[in-house]
């Protein structure tokens, strides 16, 4: 896995970290919050969803261009700096 690879990768598990994150706060909307919330949740949802979409296809793309390995389910847990 190159330099890039990694860079992109990183995006892309920021990306869908934060989808879900989008996720659990719309869903916790519904308890705590006035009922108008839930679309604007929603919609920052869909944005997070997006963003991990342009994610994964930029790294997707990385791959058949430079053509490096995929490196899914082997990321390290580490908290890199
Ligand atoms: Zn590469």
Do not use: W
Request: one cysteine or more; glycine letters at 2%; proline letters at 4%.
């Amino acid at each position: 896995m190159c330099e890039e690879h990694s860079k992109l990768f990183h995006a892309y598990q920021e990306a869908v970290a934060l989808f879900s994150t989008t996720l659990n706060a719309r869903q916790a909307t519904l308890v705590t919050a006035p009922r108008d919330e839930y679309p604007r949740m929603t919609e920052y949802v869909e944005q997070a969803r997006l963003a991990s979409e342009d994610a994964r296809a930029e790294l997707n793309r990385h791959i058949t261009a430079h053509g490096c390995r995929p490196h899914f389910g082997a990321a390290t847990n580490s908290a890199s700096s």
